[in-house]
């Protein structure tokens, strides 16, 4: 049941919302992940994946139930890297720490900030 209405709200949300949206959950996200880094906080990475995980059901990007948002790849590119992206400064030797993942990181999340700016 939670997930049929988790399907419905985010096909009830215009798809051209979701760069500003993105750009406001990263907004909020980055300065704390910046925080806990600089702290070495592994907690947050959890209690933030919880987070991203919300957001993406809410719009419906991670489940494919909202196709309008292939449209903006960048944003949902940014929004399922960034903790990955955190963890590797944490964490450098860690398998998912691919060489060209934060310049690919910072691409998208410039292309969906220049997106939502419109």
């Given at each position: ?72 790849p960048?944003?949902t ?14 964490m ?13 990181f ?13």
């Open positions: 049941m939670w997930l049929a209405a988790a399907a419905a709200g985010a096909q009830q949300r215009p798809a051209d919302r979701f760069p500003a949206a993105a750009m406001s959950f990263l907004g909020t996200e980055m300065p704390a992940m910046e925080a806990a880094i600089a702290a070495r906080d592994r907690d947050y990475f959890e209690e933030a994946m919880s987070r991203m995980l919300d957001f993406s059901s809410s719009w419906g990007f991670k489940s494919q139930d909202n196709p309008e948002l292939s449209r903006f960048m944003c590119e940014a929004v399922s890297d960034f903790l990955v992206v955190g963890m590797c400064r944490i450098t030797t860690a398998d998912a720490c691919e060489p060209g993942l934060a310049s690919r910072n691409v998208n999340l410039q292309k969906c900030r220049d997106l939502a700016a419109r």
